[in-house]
């Protein structure tokens, strides 16, 4: 076997491990998988930090030019960390009759990257760098042609692509009139759930808990972020509250995007639309509450987790009086 083929095995083993509550085991196979992975797929924490610094520093709201002022009238974009309920939002409203759900688009990643050389060219001459309103526009219309494949009759389309999170402040250029869902769950289910399954594409902070933690904390100050600099709506959706209470959060997704209510969204499970995502089994089943709070099976494996994450989402994972 290669290395790829060794590292997806010994996921399997410890899936396998993970069925018979042996959570020890499970790490152990986690772990080899995971210092495979690393072998092909290095994490650069200070390249992903600057990252993020630098989104920040280019998208403020004095930088930015917003395009279209109708543009975006019809999208939702579903964003936050994977495996934090970004499937079972989309599920929910694309079984509204109103919604379409488009699933996981890499068309902002790549509209960004062309964006990305036009303002490192204006840095050399701008201050303050940024997009003219019709290069907005321009970028904007490309992102509407690839979508005009997907549903002529919706009234609304999500495209769920999670690590869209990213670029929200190009969203609001490009399209100042969509809404933006950001679903949030407990820190550290959120990071357990990340190391623990198994991805098909590039992910390469996942494979450290420490790594791990450290983007953990950098997603959610950019989110901050985003709340303080940006102007279009963002609703903040807890996955906890939402397990908990699905018809009232359901609802309030619904209302958020001014439509009306829509029985089928309690229905969701039933859907017969086409996914393609990690969590498709998932959102097949009924709601179900056994994955909140799971990563207390991981207490002792959890440390460099812990450590890594800051105070304030240790915090709000219910960690405020472990002892660590």
């Known amino acids: 076997l290669d290395s790829r083929d060794n590292a997806t095995l010994a996921h399997g083993i410890a899936k ?24 092909f797929e290095p994490f650069d924490a200070e390249a992903a930090t600057s990252r993020f610094r630098s989104l920040k520093d280019t998208f403020t709201t004095e930088a930015i ?16 960390m994977p495996r934090s309920g970004t499937s079972l939002t989309e599920q929910i409203m694309a079984s509204h009759h109103a919604i379409y759900g488009a699933s996981e ?59 869209n999170f990213l670029y929200l402040g190009l969203i609001q250029q490009l399209f100042p009139k969509s809404r933006i869902i950001h679903t949030l ?8 759930s990340i190391y623990t399954f198994d991805f098909s594409g590039k992910h390469e902070y996942a494979y450290n808990l420490k790594n791990l933690g450290c983007f953990y904390n950098e997603y ?6 985003w709340h303080k600099e940006l102007d279009i709506p963002i609703m903040d959706l807890r996955y906890d509250e939402l397990v908990n209470d699905q018809e009232a959060w359901s609802r309030k997704l619904i209302d958020f995007c ?41 207490e002792t494996q959890l440390q460099p987790l812990i450590d890594a994450l800051e105070p304030e989402y240790r915090k709000e994972a219910g960690l405020e009086n472990w002892d660590y």
């Open 16 to 39: 396998a491990n993970e069925k018979l509550q042996r959570y020890a085991d499970e790490f152990r196979w986690l772990i080899k998988a995971h210092d495979i992975k690393r072998s």
């Open 65 to 80: 030019a917003k395009g279209n002022a109708d543009g975006g009238a019809n999208l939702i974009f579903i964003v936050g």
């Open 105 to 163: 688009l890499g068309s902002i990643t790549n509209i960004y990257r062309d964006v990305e050389n036009i303002i490192a060219k204006k840095s050399q001459q701008q201050q303050l760098p940024s997009l003219t309103i019709d290069e907005c526009n321009g970028f904007a219309q490309r992102y509407l042609d690839e979508l005009s494949g997907y549903s002529s009759t919706a009234k609304y389309i999500t495209d769920k692509m999670p690590t």
């Open 185 to 192: 769950r407990n820190p550290m289910d959120t990071c357990l």
């Open 220 to 225: 959610r100050r950019i989110m901050k972020h």
């Open 258 to 298: 001014g439509l009306e209510w829509d029985d089928a969204c309690l229905d969701f499970h039933k859907s017969k639309r086409v996914m393609n995502t990690a969590s498709n089994e998932q959102v097949r089943q009924p709601i179900y509450k056994n994955s909140v709070h799971r990563w207390k099976n991981y």
